[in-house]
C-alpha cells in the first residue's frame, strides 16, 4: 500500500517550500522537487486551496508557505490532495460493505483504530522535522 504519486510529490514540494528562504516560482519549485512542471502547477493550486501554501501572480511571483513549517503537518498536505484520510471505505457512512443490515461492520473498529493511529502520526509530523 502507498500514498498515491501526487500525495508523494505534494510532499516532495512543500519541503523544498519549507527549505526556501524567499518565494519560489512554479519552474524552479518543479526543478528542486524533481516533479513536472505541469503535475507542479496542478498540486499547487490544491495546497493553495487548502491553505497550505500562498500563491503570489506577476513578475515577481511565487510561492510561499502560508504559515511556518513548525505548524505544517504532513496530515494536511496529503489530505489537500486526496481527501480526508480513512483506511477503509467501510469507515464512509455511505458504504455498503455488505454485512447484516443494522449492524456494524466487524472490521470497522479495527480499520477506525488504525486510521486514528496513521492520523495521530500525520498530525504530529511537521515540516520542520522533514528538512
Known amino acids: 500500500m502507498h500514498i ?4 508523494d510529490y505534494a510532499v516532495r514540494l512543500v519541503r523544498v517550500l519549507a527549505q526556501a528562504s524567499d518565494r519560489l516560482d512554479g519552474k524552479t519549485l518543479a526543478e ?10 496542478k498540486i499547487m493550486q490544491k ?9 503570489y501572480k506577476g513578475a515577481h511571483g511565487g510561492y510561499v508557505l502560508s ?6 503537518t504532513l496530515r494536511e498536505v496529503i ?4 481527501g480526508q484520510y480513512r483506511f477503509s471505505r467501510c469507515l464512509d457512512g455511505d458504504y455498503e460493505c455488505g454485512c447484516a443490515e443494522g449492524e456494524r461492520c466487524p472490521f470497522q473498529t479495527v480499520f477506525d483504530e488504525i486510521t486514528k493511529m496513521v492520523t495521530d502520526k500525520l498530525d504530529e509530523t511537521t515540516f520542520d522535522r522533514l528538512i
Open 32 to 41: 528542486r522537487a524533481n516533479v513536472s512542471p505541469r503535475f507542479t502547477l
Open 47 to 55: 495546497l493553495v486551496l487548502a491553505g497550505v501554501v500562498n500563491s
Open 4 to 7: 498515491n504519486l501526487e500525495s
Open 67 to 72: 504559515r511556518p513549517a513548525t505548524e505544517v
Open 79 to 82: 489530505e489537500a490532495v486526496e
